[in-house]
């Protein structure tokens, strides 16, 4: 996507029209709870560390480039999600929400926000706009979803959710903004989970939330300021760090996934695959249109449970972990989570590794199947 790739050389270099001569080029860790405010100081930029920081100031420059939106960050996606479903509800709401993303997302809207008369409906991703949106003040759309990968169209969601009045959020989790842009699709917030691709090195639990509304930004950072929920110095900073490589580590993870789609497709021991990218897969005609490439993960069903476990313990470079995003590869067998996908289903999250060593260990391990 040219605009991604314009706005990520920008940002490359987004600290540059600040620096002085002699000053670092990267920004500075400050972990300082309090700053100095003295009586005529009421209006200094930083007074206390749950209102404000500069690594936070740093990091969310960066991601307010490349969402062109306002950036709020949290110390970890689910924090994002908490303060999306608690600033964007009130009692006797409903909010509809996917049956088949991000469990945890369901839970503690269920859980927690349902306890203040909050009402909670689930809907598929791949019927997500089926029944339409009346009633409902709140409207958040995971596509592609984890771990099933089916889509919904971003736009038409937009369009028919606004007019009835409800708030439309996405979470961009398993895309990033390189990947696909749901704010300029009509959505009025994005989630992320920058724990996943954003920081990339499985390092820091991290999170944001992007807007254009300023009403939604000055909620959110207030609900942040004072509940809470702030992410450490350090984790920003090194979020800073690993968001400078994305485009390079997206490109290298989103290009073999394509290719690997395609291979796993054709291997004699692979039952299915689900790739948004493949001319076949359900998802396809929507993603064309609004992903600018279709993603690093990969769902790919080998059949029964224990092939599944037996492809992730044996493959040399993939790795047993529950998350994705990360310079590795990674699988994981979600059915044991209860996520609704068959039971041979492994999320393959596809990493940095050079692409033909990596097929290759993956070819050697199915065909021992
Ligand atoms: C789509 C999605 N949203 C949100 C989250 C939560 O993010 P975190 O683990 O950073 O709290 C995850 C985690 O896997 C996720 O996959």
Avoid at 119 to 140: E, H, K, S
Avoid at 149 to 164: E, F, T
Avoid at 205 to 226: C, N, W
Wanted: glycine fraction near 8%; charged fraction near 20%.
């Amino acid at each position: 996507m040219k605009d991604a790739e314009n706005l990520f050389a920008e940002l490359l270099h987004h600290r540059l029209s600040k620096l002085a001569p002699g000053d670092a080029i990267i920004p500075a860790i400050q972990p300082a709870s309090v700053f100095l405010t003295p009586s005529a100081g009421s209006n200094a930029p930083y007074q206390y560390g749950r209102f404000h920081n500069p690594t936070w100031t740093e990091t969310e420059a960066a991601l307010a480039l490349l969402e062109g939106a306002e950036v709020i960050t949290f110390p970890s996606g689910m924090a994002a999600v908490a303060a999306t479903l608690i600033t964007q509800t009130k009692a006797g709401d409903r909010v509809l929400m996917p049956s088949d993303g991000y469990y945890a997302s369901r839970l503690i809207a269920e859980r927690f926000v349902g306890r203040f008369n909050v009402t909670i409906v689930q809907r598929p991703t791949a019927r997500f706009l089926d029944g339409g949106f009346d009633g409902f003040a709140l409207v958040i759309a995971e596509t592609p979803s984890n771990p099933g990968l089916d889509v919904c169209d971003i736009a038409a969601v937009a369009q028919a959710a606004k007019a009835a009045g409800a708030v439309f959020a996405v979470d961009n989790t398993t895309m990033t903004p390189l990947g696909q842009r749901p704010l300029d699709l009509g959505a009025d917030l994005v989630i992320s989970s920058d724990t996943k691709a954003i920081n990339g090195h499985s390092d820091a639990l991290f999170g944001h939330i992007a807007t254009r509304s300023a009403s939604i930004a000055a909620e959110v950072g207030d609900y942040r300021k004072y509940t809470g929920p702030i992410p450490s110095p350090f984790d920003t900073w090194l979020v800073h760090r690993g968001l400078e490589t994305l485009e390079v580590r997206f490109s290298r993870m989103t290009g073999s996934a394509a290719t690997l789609a395609e291979r796993l497709q054709a291997h004699r021991k692979v039952k299915g695959v689900r790739y948004p990218g493949l001319p076949g897969d359900p998802a396809h005609a929507v993603a064309k249109r609004q992903m600018a490439s279709f993603g690093f993960m990969l769902g790919v069903d080998l059949g029964s449970a224990s092939a599944a476990d037996r492809f992730i313990d044996d493959c040399r470079l993939v790795q047993s972990t529950t998350s994705f995003g990360g310079i590795r590869s990674s699988g994981e067998r979600r059915a044991k989570w209860g996520d609704p996908v068959p039971e041979g289903y492994v999320r393959l999250a596809v990493g940095c590794e050079p692409l033909e060593p990596l097929w290759r260990a993956m070819d050697a391990t199915l065909d021992s199947l």
